[in-house]
């Protein structure tokens, strides 16, 4: 610190002992000691890696380029503020977004991190997320998970690898899972020892204040994370237990810290979760697992399974159906909704199924949100057709596009061909689609079999016109 001053000794005494203070506020947090670990950092990756690959296959990923930069921005200046003792330049850092409403968060050896939607919507700042992603990379860059694993155990890395996603996919929290009784061994990377959770904790605030975080607010996080846990409790804090007075620790913790560059906050927290209010409704982990594990969300829980060669026609009587905060819309009653990665569809019985990893559908209609930088709504579907066409190569223009009301904005619709690769036959396909306020794309994308578009061109017409956007 650079000082001129007339007052000549006394300024250089104020100037020194401004130095001792935060000497000795620096000095005074707590030294933590990484565990002993039979593992080395590079099995750490590679068994992250593994999982993680797991992990991906059977929870549903948002992939929404605004939420994913949030998280990005916020992860990546927590991993910069590591400090030097406790960093690995083998780890690889990721974090990413899971589609699904439980307040919930976790990550794995190595340095993948998974966030739950409903922890960012939980959140009242950006503070308060970085509290529980710090707590999470703390344990990483400890290595709880490994240095857990080879107390409780004698298997081998590849071993190890297959049990991950048997503690994340098989009740955590106690949720009624498929795999539920795979719950064992993979906890070992999940929930940890108090004493462990207490070295989070703390390294986790001093990670916050070298980042510009002021780690009171992991703390509040955690108070936040304990109210809006629901009758059942919330899902992280019964992975991750209470190590004992937790709260006062953090915030004694915190009290000796020096934040570095505080107030740097975004700002983004509100536009990412008036965004994530806007999407249809997330599943929870455990109607995740119940529809067998596998990557899912937006929608209600409803009918999958095979396909049919014979689906029921459209009903002549409607059901209104709120779709989170975003639209509501009135479908045939016997057309049930179907989760759909991001989107919600609703389909009558037999139209819907898995294939793979890739949701099909014969008949019915999907509503969904895509992400849309151009204002200029011809432009946005264009690009959005040549989207679709990607997965859909036999994806054909079979008519021009009409300027319709959609939503009460003004849309266009769009019919198409495409050869269903679930049956083979030609189906035709309408899609409709209006901007929103911030130029992202809301669409619909009505599908029927061409030898029965009679039947269903009015239907999938009625449903578009009773869209409601809030």
Not at 13 to 39: E, W, Y
Not at 183 to 194: E, H, N, T, V
Not at 382 to 411: D, H, I, T, Y
């Amino acid at each position: 610190m650079k000082h001129s001053s007339p007052l000549g000794w006394r300024a250089h005494l104020h100037v020194s002992a401004l130095v001792l203070l935060l000497g000795v506020a620096a000095a005074a947090q707590t030294p933590i000691t990484p565990p002993d670990n039979k593992f080395t950092p590079a099995e750490d990756v590679k068994l992250g890696r593994e999982a993680a690959q797991q992990v991906e296959q059977e929870l549903p990923i948002l992939r929404d380029q605004q939420v994913d930069a949030f998280v990005d921005d916020v992860g990546r200046r927590l991993a910069a503020a590591v400090p030097p003792a406790f960093r690995h330049p083998e780890f690889e850092y990721s974090f990413t977004v899971v589609n699904a409403r439980d307040i919930n968060a976790f990550a794995l050896p190595g340095g993948p991190m998974f966030i739950n939607r409903g922890m960012i919507t939980a959140a009242r700042t950006e503070g308060e997320v970085a509290g529980v992603m710090a707590h999470e990379l703390s344990h990483v860059v400890l290595r709880h998970g490994t240095a857990q694993a080879s107390q409780a155990t004698k298997y081998q890395l590849g071993q190890l690898a297959g049990q991950v996603i048997g503690a994340i996919v098989g009740g955590t929290a106690g949720a009624v899972i498929a795999q539920g009784s795979q719950f064992g061994l993979g906890a070992a990377f999940l929930r940890f020892s108090r004493e462990y959770e207490r070295q989070a904790d703390l390294l986790g605030a001093q990670i916050m204040a070298r980042a510009g975080y002021d780690p009171m607010q992991m703390a509040t996080m955690f108070e936040t994370i304990r109210r809006q846990g629901g009758s059942r409790g919330p899902e992280w804090l019964s992975s991750h237990p209470n190590p004992g007075n937790r709260q006062e620790a953090i915030e004694k913790e915190a009290r000796m810290l020096q934040v570095r560059d505080q107030d740097r906050e975004s700002g983004n927290l509100a536009a990412v979760q008036a965004r994530l209010e806007r999407m249809p409704r997330a599943l929870s982990t455990e109607e995740i697992a119940r529809r067998g594990g596998s990557g899912g969300g937006g929608g209600e829980v409803g009918t999958t399974g095979t396909l049919s060669a014979s689906v029921e026609p459209p009903s002549r009587d409607f059901r209104t159906h709120e779709v989170g905060k975003l639209f509501s819309v009135s479908v045939p009653e016997n057309w049930q909704p179907v989760p759909a990665g991001n989107a919600v569809r609703f389909a009558p019985e037999g139209a819907s199924a898995s294939s793979g990893r890739r949701q099909v559908f014969t008949h019915g209609i999907e509503f969904g949100v895509a992400a849309n930088d151009s204002a200029d709504l011809e432009e946005a579907t264009q690009a959005l057709v040549s989207a679709f066409a990607q997965s859909n190569p036999g994806l054909k223009v079979a008519g021009r596009a009409q300027r319709v009301e959609f939503g009460g904005r003004q849309g266009l619709r769009v019919t198409l061909r495409n050869a269903s690769s679930a049956t083979g036959r030609e189906e035709a396909v309408v899609l409709t689609a209006a901007l929103l306020d911030g130029n992202d794309l809301f669409y619909s994308v009505g599908v029927a079999p061409v030898s029965e578009l009679g039947t269903y061109r009015q239907a999938l017409a009625r449903v578009n016109d009773s869209v409601r956007l809030r």
